[in-house]
């Protein structure tokens, strides 16, 4: 095919740190708090705006407490589970690179005894639900972000549960419907959907989360920037501001203008709209073309926000996997060099192919526009490959 000569308006493709929300500039952050402490009246007044407004627009039950912490979403899901794991059995899902870091976590870091695992090593698959045990503490992340895999919904998950649902949803909120009342942990991070900067992590924790904190102690050393309670008391300050330690209040004006930005288009709703219209560009693609199909195995699995695709033409398909990794490596750069779209090669560890992020600061326009610029690319670099 001819090179196409349309590009995206915005080629921002990477799944994290992701695209700004539309429109962005330097001036959103003329308003940060700079040079004072984060504990003064102004600093905590912004960490916690940040705190009620993530509140607000994902609708979160009014009786969750959210807080930020240390770590981007990593920190997050790791406080959770050394601050909360060890009173009860636990299971733990993982089919992607993340999910099968929390399996490695508990197993050999914690190193609790009672853990049954259900996992995949398959990328695009996910484990069989129905067989995780709602009487232990349930570890698992809603969207693989390096699979492009995701739970279909939360119906899997009790309501009468006498374990913790724990889950890592970095990619998955504010961009697909979550249930967050099957959830006794959410963490997330700003640099996913909102488009925020990195390093800052956020957790919701349910009425039944804060009763086992007060309730159970680890026996094992705890580090501080883990510690969201002492002597089995609830430190409540921190859901009000008063972070584990020094946040970036650059990075916190960032985030204030990004939950603003969702305020102002119609919340949560609007923001799950966003991102499902960019799946539904790139599946139309897919479904028209005969040489790449999704990563993900079951459509009901397909992931809106990291959306991972890979090359099935025949010619490929024979090359082996250091070759196929190889070639899609050129396929990016040639992609990048003619500035059509930036950061779209799978993720290191998954197999060969490209991962798009789709969440809600991604225009579905500048999808529509890097999709002939992957044809152009492929096609290109496959003759080379002959």
């Known amino acids: 095919m001819n090179k196409p000569n349309i ?7 990477s799944s994290g740190p992701c695209s700004k929300r ?13 040079g004072r402490s984060h504990r003064a009246k102004t ?37 959770a589970m050394w601050s909360l794991l060890g009173q009860r059995p636990v299971d733990v899902c993982g089919w992607e690179t993340f999910g099968l870091t929390w399996v490695k976590d508990i197993t050999k870091q914690l190193k609790l005894n009672n853990v049954n695992t259900h996992q995949t090593n398959n990328y695009g698959e996910i484990p069989d639900l129905s067989k995780v045990n709602f009487d ?37 909120v504010f961009a697909m419907e979550m249930d967050f009342k099957k959830l006794d942990v959410i963490t997330w991070s700003w640099q996913k959907v909102l488009g925020g900067e990195g390093a800052h992590g956020m957790i919701a924790l349910s009425p039944r989360a804060v009763e086992r904190l007060e309730s159970y102690e ?93 090359f099935t033409h025949p010619d490929f398909i024979k090359l082996d996997n250091e070759n196929q990794k190889k070639l899609v490596k050129e396929v990016c750069s040639r992609i990048e060099k003619e500035d059509a779209g930036y950061d779209i090669n799978a993720y290191k560890d998954a197999p060969a192919g490209i991962r798009i992020w789709g969440g809600a600061t991604v225009e579905s326009s500048d999808i529509e526009k890097v999709l002939p610029w992957i044809e152009w690319a492929f096609f290109e670099t496959l003759k080379e490959y002959k």
């Open 7 to 13: 590009k995206p308006n915005h080629p921002y493709f």
């Open 22 to 34: 539309p429109g962005w500039s330097l001036d959103a952050l003329s308003n940060a708090f700079l």
């Open 43 to 79: 600093g905590k007044a912004k960490l916690n705006e940040v705190i009620t407004k993530s509140k607000e627009v994902l609708e979160l039950p009014d009786d969750y407490f959210v807080g930020i912490v240390p770590g981007s979403d990593t920190g997050a899901i790791e406080l």
């Open 136 to 172: 232990n503490d349930v570890v698992f992340t809603w969207n693989g972000t390096t699979s492009g895999a995701c739970v279909p919904n939360a119906d899997w998950i009790p309501d009468d549960r006498k374990g913790l649902s724990i889950c890592d949803a970095t990619s998955a």
């Open 218 to 310: 680890p026996d094992w050393p705890m580090p501080k920037i883990f510690q969201i309670a002492k002597n089995k008391k609830f430190t409540k300050e921190i859901f009000e501001g008063a972070t584990i330690n020094t946040p970036s209040l650059l990075a916190t004006e960032d985030a204030i203008d990004a939950l603003n930005w969702c305020i102002s288009i119609g919340g949560q709703k609007e923001l799950i709209k966003r991102s499902q219209s960019n799946l539904n560009v790139i599946k139309k693609w897919v479904e028209s073309n005969d040489w790449v199909e999704f990563l993900a195995s079951d459509p009901a699995t397909y992931s809106s926000t990291s959306i991972c695709f890979k």
